[in-house]
């Protein structure tokens, strides 16, 4: 059974930094194509970066420069580094195989 | 950016009623449209791919059709259950982006 579980959302100031965490199971996530995709409150969805089988990695134009999407294939898990937090980055964080499998989410306040 | 525009934004409807929600995307894409139907506290659930193809486990009374720029879902029959947050996204470019919702309420 494919799962997708995130972790490592939180409250943290402006211009921190903090790194999402998406443990997979059921499959490889090397072998597939992976995203992090968000939803600020009570907002649309927004996706935020995606990782490909081969390693190509793209990245919406609101989190280039700033959001790292990286994979440990040892831990089966995805990642997402995310620096210089901005309010406007306040979100439900999912991560997602494919457009079929997402995960729970996990949340991200961005506030003094 | 591949811009989408869904409409109408929200939409009041009672049990038993056919409904459409149209989606536009700025340039063709192809077939390369996907649907979504998200609850409150949710994650999103693909129920439409590739346009027209129905994902696994959902329900037929989900179609989805159009190509190029233009494109449809439709839901013959209103369930209780089908009372949500409907997205279209566009998986043509490298960086996927979706359309900006409709609420489906009832009336």
């Known amino acids: 059974e494919v799962q997708l579980v995130e972790t490592g959302g939180g409250l943290i100031q402006p211009g921190g930094s903090l790194r999402l965490s998406c443990a997979a199971s059921?499959?490889?996530?090397?072998?597939?194509?992976m995203s992090w995709v968000r939803q600020a409150p009570g907002k649309g969805l927004e996706w935020v970066s995606v990782?490909?089988?081969?390693?190509?990695?793209y990245y919406a134009d609101s989190v280039k420069g700033r959001f790292t999407i990286s994979r440990d294939n040892s831990k089966n898990t995805l990642y997402l580094q995310m620096n210089s937090l901005r309010a406007e980055d306040t979100a439900v964080y999912y991560c997602?195989?494919?457009?079929?499998?997402w995960g729970q989410g996990t949340l991200v306040t961005v506030s003094s | 950016d591949i811009q989408m525009t869904q409409s109408p934004s929200s939409l009041s409807a009672s049990v038993g009623d056919r409904v459409t929600i149209t989606c536009r995307a700025s340039?063709?894409?192809?077939?390369?449209l996907n649907w979504y139907q998200q609850k409150p506290g949710k994650a999103p659930k693909l129920l439409i791919y590739?346009?027209?193809s129905l994902q696994s486990g959902v329900p037929s009374r989900f179609s989805g059709s159009g190509s190029g720029t233009d494109f449809t879902l439709t839901i013959s029959s209103l369930q209780p259950e089908d009372f949500a947050t409907y997205y279209c996204?566009?998986?043509?470019?490298?960086?996927?982006?979706f359309g900006q919702g409709t609420k489906l309420e009832i009336k």
């Open positions: 990782i490909y089988s081969g390693g190509s990695t």
């Open positions: 340039q063709s894409i192809s077939s390369y």
């Open positions: 059921g499959f490889t996530v090397s072998s597939n194509y």
């Open positions: 590739a346009a027209s």
């Open positions: 997602a195989r494919d457009e079929s499998y």
């Open positions: 996204q566009q998986s043509y470019s490298t960086l996927p982006t």
